[in-house]
């Protein structure tokens, strides 16, 4: 049970921030109707949800704050800070768990206290502002951390880490409006599938490394050598695709037929500079029709490719609705 006393000594007063620079003679009679509350470590000074109404300054030990009882902290509440000043201005529930980390030391003052002394102080009006302008800094700083958080996660969920290329989660969640849009304003939409020939056995031939390296190499060629409105995903094992808003089928031949040559040429090397053996690619080239989802797009672009494998690799195929 918390223990409630009145007895606070005025260089303690002095250290919390609320009174520093104030004279504490004028509100002596308003800080006699406080009182000071003892808890022990782990006692609740204010549940998520409740309604407050009091401003508690913290003399001594240290408080911290909980979205959820058991979940982060939110902050960490020191000797001479304050908490409740916002629920009591808003008249909202509070929104966090403000528990006793250590023993504490807490002058509590009511609502009516607060707003007497802050009307009849211009220093402790301008330290309440102070007070609230530090909390706002606070709250804002969580804020853009966990913004930033989200921005990691949110990359990392759509990223292949060993190609840097987006990966299939970022597809689907990105195609299909990116074929309303082009739909919608009538332009062509287009996209490539690429598969690396004999991959397996080229890893099997060279080793995993080398593998690793082949994958890197190929999304290396396609960063570079597509426009920058175009992206290039990893979409699973040894297939990337290839999205080109505004392409038709006849320039998407083109710039498949352009890839092709180009990783024919281009040199696997590991990380130390050594060069490894050439890899092919073949590519199924898929321009969007009417009505065209994610899945049926990326459908026609596997069946083109498949007609490339068949056709002895290392080739490019349009599917015939694409090509008429």
């Known amino acids: 049970m918390p223990t409630y006393t009145t007895f606070v000594k005025p260089e303690e007063l ?23 509350r003892e808890m022990e470590a782990g006692e609740t000074l204010i549940a998520r949800g409740q309604t407050n109404n009091y401003l508690y300054l913290l003399i001594a030990g240290r408080l911290r704050v909980y979205l959820d009882t058991m979940g982060d902290t939110l902050s960490i509440i020191e000797a001479g800070e304050s908490v409740g ?7 909202q529930p509070t929104t966090a768990h403000v528990v006793a980390e250590t023993h504490c030391r807490l002058l509590v003052m009511s609502e009516q206290v607060l707003w007497s002394m802050v009307s009849g102080s ?69 996209v490539l599938m690429l598969d690396i ?5 080229y890893q099997e031939d060279n080793g995993h490394l080398a593998g690793d390296r082949a994958l890197y190499t190929t999304a290396q060629t396609l960063l570079n050598n597509l ?22 089928a006849e320039t998407g031949m083109q710039v498949a037929e352009d890839l092709r ?19 092919t690619v073949s590519i199924g080239v898929a321009t969007q029709h009417s009505g065209d989802d994610t ?29 008429a």
């Open 14 to 36: 002095q250290r919390l921030h609320l009174f520093q620079g104030v004279q504490i003679e004028p509100l002596q009679e308003q800080l006699d109707s406080c009182t000071v």
């Open 85 to 91: 000043e916002i629920s009591i201005i808003d008249k």
């Open 122 to 190: 211009h220093a402790v009006s301008i330290n309440m502002l102070s007070l609230l302008a530090r909390r706002l800094r606070d709250s804002n700083a969580r804020l853009t951390e966990s913004q930033n958080r989200e921005r990691e996660l949110r990359y990392k969920s759509a990223v292949d880490p060993l190609t840097g290329l987006y990966n299939k989660s970022w597809l689907e969640g990105e195609l299909n409006d990116r074929l309303t849009v082009a739909e919608e304003i009538e332009k062509k939409f287009s």
């Open 197 to 201: 020939d004999g991959f397996d056995q």
């Open 227 to 248: 426009r920058p409105m175009d992206t290039a995903i990893r979409y699973g094992g040894e297939e990337f695709l290839a999205v080109l808003p505004d392409t038709d």
């Open 261 to 279: 040559l180009m990783m024919k040429e281009t040199v696997v090397r590991l990380s130390d500079g050594k060069a490894l053996p050439h890899v």
């Open 295 to 323: 899945d049926s797009l990326v459908a026609r672009a596997a069946a083109a490719l498949k007609v490339a494998k068949d056709a002895g690799q290392n080739n490019i195929s349009v599917g015939e609705s694409e090509a």
